[in-house]
């Protein structure tokens, strides 16, 4: 200790001396170094909870039929249900858009439905449902020209956000696929390049597109055009969305042409 540091302690400010050597370490050339401070870590923020009706959401009709409806980023929706017999045949395709109030209503405007069970179309279909975000979405679909209700439960599958990767998809597809006219096999093949090739039936019915993954969610986007031959959809080009379903695994495509037909597929098991 220096004759300095003796007065500064006679004089009671020896703690201060003792700070002043622990901040500081002698160097050689009796310069001192001060200790860089330890950085401030800024916590992760917690992504805020979504407030819409936006999922992959699974369940059953009231008649017992398999219910899934997938509500897309920007509020459109693409809804099927099964045949009342079997919950991984297909009877009928919703497409349409909606909204989702603040008191956690959806309400989809006049929707299209396309029955592949019954070959019919109809462009007088409301669908609405109460939702809880990331959980339940529970509602029913209204036909307008007859009156009739059929009421669905369904809750959120946690796989919608997993982020959607080609190379998860690229392979060969085989199934049922369905226009309004009629089911048969159908084909699907996918390549790494996101080029689809397939076909209908045995008739000639054949189309090329294209399929990527979706901005947001686990699904694709999906664009076909038709060849000139004697399917129902010659020359047609349909758009809409593929997706797997986390439960069967089976790949599906929904599409439609815009107007009142399109293009179905559910693969096998």
């Known amino acids: 200790m220096t004759i300095l540091d003796s007065t500064l302690c006679r004089l009671g400010l020896c703690a201060a ?9 002698e160097t050689p050339d009796g310069g001192s170094v001060t200790p860089t401070p330890t950085p401030t870590v800024s916590p992760t923020p917690t992504p805020a909870p979504s407030t819409t009706a936006e999922g992959y959401w699974q369940g059953t009709m009231a008649d017992g039929r398999a219910f899934r409806a997938l509500v897309l980023d920007d509020s459109s929706f693409w809804i099927t249900y099964s045949k009342k017999t079997d919950a991984n045949v297909l009877a009928a395709v919703v497409a349409g858009a909606g909204s989702a109030a603040s008191d956690n209503n959806f309400a989809g405007m006049v ?5 592949v069970e019954s070959n019919t179309y109809t462009d007088a279909v409301l669908a ?5 975000p990331r959980i339940r979405f529970n509602g029913k679909l209204q036909y307008l020209s007859t009156s009739t209700i059929s009421t669905f439960t369904s809750n959120f ?4 956000n997993t982020i959607p990767a080609l190379s998860a998809i690229v392979g060969s597809y ?7 006219a009629s089911s048969d096999t159908s084909t699907v093949l996918i390549d790494t390049t996101g080029v689809v090739k397939g076909t209908l039936g045995t008739t000639g019915c054949t189309f090329t597109g294209k399929i990527a993954p979706h901005a947001r969610g686990n699904l694709y986007d999906v664009s076909f055009t038709f060849a000139a031959s004697s399917c129902k959809l010659s020359g047609s080009t349909v758009k809409g969305i593929a997706f797997v379903d986390p439960q069967t695994s089976r790949f599906n495509i929904l599409t439609t042409d815009g107007g009142q037909n399109g293009y179905f597929f559910v693969s096998q098991s």
């Open 17 to 25: 001396v003792a700070t002043l050597f622990a901040c500081s370490a």
């Open 111 to 115: 929707a299209r439905e396309y029955n």
């Open 128 to 132: 609405s449902a109460y939702y809880v």
């Open 157 to 160: 599958n946690v796989t919608y």
């Open 174 to 180: 085989t199934g049922t696929g369905s226009l309004l």
